[in-house]
């Protein structure tokens, strides 16, 4: 449960490990080059065809690592009297890159229109730091989905202040193209918005496309723009032919040009699983975080301490998790980030219900009722005389004869299949 696999393209069987190993035979193990000098071919240039046509841009560049592509990119976009506007969550490679390329630098709380909108206002009408002059360019970037929350962007309320104070929207998709949406094409195709309105559309190649590697996707004069100011086209190591074909087959099957149906199927699946296990663990009593469709699911722990006592408890029960701390998220809010992929089957995610069933009464870690996967709640006249004795209880050592409204485990697996077909709570 900790690998980026979304749609289960990393496998050593089928269409794309045929078409990476005969592209091993055909063009060798590398190109030896950057792409600036000699390190493009062929297989470049239909690859980044191929992007720019499933995420529906006029253009797309590749680069061989996701990094490398958000911080090489703002660079090569803005620069001195610019002003860079960030949400508070975004990744690593954003930040890193926005420190380099010599921009202002401002964050938003994250997903928060309104804080956003008032920044806006507030450094349009100061202007530049000490001269005021009008900024040479604005450029608001976000994340399709946070790695960390689960969270989706709120596209339609940044399109809506786009309209309205006209600057650029920089959108990374690393971890929502390929994973959401009914084609797969991300965060636009989930919206039902026209890629059009957002001006740069960055993605790595490494997550749902089982390869390795970035792109950015944006109009054609941007791309020349970028292909000449970037470091990563000019210093970085080109995409080798297997990862490139690797990359070419998985779009080809999403599109449904090869193996008619697989794509679709692998689609229907994770926006199954993603679902099945949010809701399962809710009625467990655990507290989640994120977008019910979103394939990242993080579950809180809270206490520092029970960060490696979770990981053992599944690690016992032989399964791999990815448990996430200070500093890559607040102190207070320790975390475990499942990553659901198609390649999951039902009795895979049941396996990791029971298991999480089990630590969460080991560990304490079931914080919150049913309630919040649909169990009836109590009356509210209940509530303080429950509450009572339940505090009673506790304090003299005695068990209380109250139980909070949660799901039986095997409750829990028997209805999550038709339930998952309705709004989650």
């Known amino acids: 449960m900790s690998s980026y696999n979304y749609l289960g393209f990393a496998q050593s069987e089928g269409e794309c490990a045929d078409q990476a190993e005969a592209s091993i035979k055909k063009y060798g193990i590398s190109f030896c080059s950057p792409r600036a000098d000699i390190g493009t071919s062929d297989l470049h240039t239909e690859v980044e065809r191929q992007v720019a046509e499933f995420v529906g841009k006029p253009a797309a560049t590749v680069y061989s690592m996701g990094f490398v592509t958000n911080g090489t990119a703002f660079p090569a976009l803005v620069g001195k009297g610019c002003l860079l506007i ?30 956003l909108e008032r920044l806006l206002r507030e450094r349009i009408s100061q202007g530049q730091p000490r001269t005021h002059r009008p900024w040479r360019k604005i450029l608001v970037a976000v994340e399709g989905l946070y790695s960390m929350e689960g969270t989706l962007v709120n596209l339609p309320g940044l399109i809506a202040l786009k309209r309205k104070y ?21 965060v636009c195709d989930y919206f039902g918005i026209d890629p059009s309105e957002v001006d740069i559309l960055m993605g790595t190649l490494t997550k749902s496309f089982g390869a390795n590697g970035g792109y950015i996707a944006s109009s054609k004069a941007i791309i020349d723009k970028i292909r000449v100011t970037n470091a990563g086209t000019i210093f970085g190591e080109s995409p080798t032919p297997a990862v490139l074909a ?36 809710k009625r467990l009593g655990f507290i989640v975080y994120g977008h019910d469709d979103s394939p990242i699911v ?43 992929s198609a390649a999951h089957t039902k009795d895979d995610l049941d396996r990791l219900l029971a298991a999480c069933d089990q630590a969460g009464d080991v560990l304490q870690l079931k914080f919150s009722s049913g309630v919040a996967g649909g169990q009836e709640a109590l009356h509210d006249g209940m509530l303080n005389e429950k509450e009572g004795e339940v505090r009673s209880c506790l304090e003299t050592g005695n068990q209380p004869a109250f139980t909070p409204p949660r799901w039986r485990l095997e409750d829990v697996i028997k209805r999550g299949v038709q339930d998952v077909k309705q709004p989650l709570y």
């Open 86 to 115: 960030s949400d508070q969550l975004n990744h690593a490679s954003i930040r890193f890159g926005a420190r380099v390329s010599g921009a202002v630098i401002d964050m938003f709380k994250h997903n928060d229109m309104s804080d």
């Open 166 to 186: 006209k600057f650029g929207l920089y959108v990374d998709e690393a971890h929502s193209v390929g994973a959401i949406g009914p084609k797969g094409r991300g």
């Open 246 to 281: 690797q990359i070419q087959s998985s779009l080809k099957i999403i599109a449904g040009d090869i193996a008619p149906g697989q794509g679709e199927e692998r689609l229907q699946r994770i926006a199954f699983n993603s679902r099945y296990l949010r809701l399962g663990l």
């Open 298 to 340: 993080p579950l809180l722990l809270y206490h520092p301490a029970k960060i490696p006592a979770f990981s053992h408890e599944m690690l016992k029960r032989k399964i791999a998790v990815v448990v996430v701390g200070y500093p890559a998220t607040p102190l207070l809010t320790s975390r475990v980030r499942f990553c659901v």
